[in-house]
């Protein structure tokens, strides 16, 4: 398969290159070429700024009776993207940079004008001390103080660094850990104390709830022995007026029942005959017991059978209560009380059993 793109060309045997005319061009043609803006810029006619970068269809044509050590030196003709006004520069191999010529100025240069100050200064210094001798003798003077200037920075610079140099690194960075290792130490024991305390102020909170707790539980039983005793203070508390009341109540029912019990049976014996007699009623008939019989002794011991009686005896068992301990009044009252009832069911018998009979 033979080649796509052939680069040896047919010459035939016949071939006379010395016969192929030369073509007479001018010297100063231009060629279009595609280039990019060397450097920035700013366009005099519209003020556009153009980058450096920027990309051109640019003229480039050769500069005519200027040469740099035999090189050539070339124009190049671009327009501004704005206002299409012309802008040229041209090579300069001298400083290996572009020099700007018309339509534009050139921005941030201040090294290249630096350099340009430097190279005026130096300039202007040979041209003073090429016919002034005494000038000479102070450019010197001069350069010889500022070289000491400089000999005696150079050795500050160099104790700096020999002092940096005799500085013990190990050292450094052993105390500095050792400085670390203790105040990790001091962040422990200082959270520890904390712990610590904290620990300490929930025991004492504990302590003082059980203590107020117990406390709490203490009151509340304190509370209930007092009202258990007063209530049994209020049961057991008993007023002579109440005794006394007791004592009229409980005769009095004894005299009705007894006066009951003596008209039924005197009824009886008109109608039948004397209970306890001869003959047969007489043995089968057993006569009961009177309720006397069951008469209560006077708690107090004394009866109540006139004013005087009862003012006397409401005295002494106000002296007797004053006197005898809560026990005492306490059984006076539950005999009072059992005997009252006793006697009750004693005459509600006596009618039941002479109804029945």
Same mark, same amino acid.
């Given at each position: ?10 010459? @035939? ?5 010395? %016969?192929? @005319? ?16 060397? #450097? ?13 970068? %920027?990309? #051109?269809?640019?003229?480039? $044509? ?11 030196? #070339? ?13 040229? #520069?041209?090579?300069?191999? =001298? ?23 430097? %190279? ?28 000491? $200037? ?7 610079? /160099? =104790? ?34 904390? &712990? ?21 539980? /203490? $009151?509340?039983?304190? $509370? ?9 203070? /209020? ?7 109440? !005794? ?19 008209? %039924? ?22 006569? *009961? /017991?009177? !309720?006397?019989?069951?008469? *209560? ?37 539950? &005999? ?22």
């Amino acid at each position: 398969m033979s080649e796509r793109k052939v680069l040896n060309k047919y010459y @035939p045997p016949d071939f006379d290159p010395s %016969k192929i @005319p030369k073509l007479k061009l001018p010297k100063d043609r231009q060629y279009v070429v595609r280039l990019m803006a060397p #450097f920035n810029m700013r366009c005099k006619t519209c003020g556009e700024y153009i980058y450096k970068g %920027k990309k #051109f269809n640019a003229r480039k $044509e050769t500069v005519m009776n200027e040469l740099y050590m035999g090189l050539p030196i #070339f124009r190049f003709y671009i327009k501004c993207t704005r206002c299409l006004a012309e802008i040229t #520069f041209k090579t300069d191999p =001298e400083n290996t940079d572009y020099a700007m010529e018309h339509g534009a100025t050139r921005n941030f240069q201040a090294e290249k004008l630096l350099e340009e100050e430097e %190279k005026r200064i130096v300039q202007d210094r040979e041209e003073e001390e090429l016919n002034n001798p005494m000038k000479v003798l102070e450019n010197r003077t001069k350069d010889s103080k500022m070289e000491m $200037e400089v000999l005696e920075n150079l050795q500050e610079l /160099k =104790e700096l660094n020999q002092r940096q140099a005799q500085v013990d690194f190990e050292g450094m960075i052993d105390k500095y850990r050792d400085l670390e290792r203790r105040e990790k130490e001091r962040e422990k024991e200082e959270d520890e104390r904390e &712990t610590k305390e904290m620990l300490d102020r929930a025991l004492v909170k504990r302590l003082r709830d059980s203590d107020s707790d117990s406390d709490s539980e /203490k $009151e509340d039983e304190g $509370e209930e022995e007092e009202s258990s005793s007063s209530q049994s203070k /209020k049961s057991i508390t008993v007023k002579p007026t109440d !005794v006394l009341a007791t004592d009229i109540l409980t005769e009095a029912q004894k005299s009705s029942a007894g006066g009951v019990k003596r008209a %039924k049976v005197e009824s009886w014996e008109r109608s039948v005959g004397t209970l306890g007699g001869g003959g047969a009623l007489g043995s089968l008939v057993v006569r *009961k /017991k009177p !309720v006397a019989a069951f008469k *209560k002794p006077n708690p107090v011991g004394m009866a109540a059978s006139s004013p005087s009686q009862t003012d006397s005896k409401a005295s002494a068992t106000v002296s007797n209560i004053a006197f005898k301990p809560v026990t005492t009044i306490k059984s006076s009252v539950t &005999t009072q009380n059992v005997s009252s009832s006793l006697s009750l069911l004693g005459a509600y018998s006596d009618s039941d059993s002479n109804d029945s009979d």
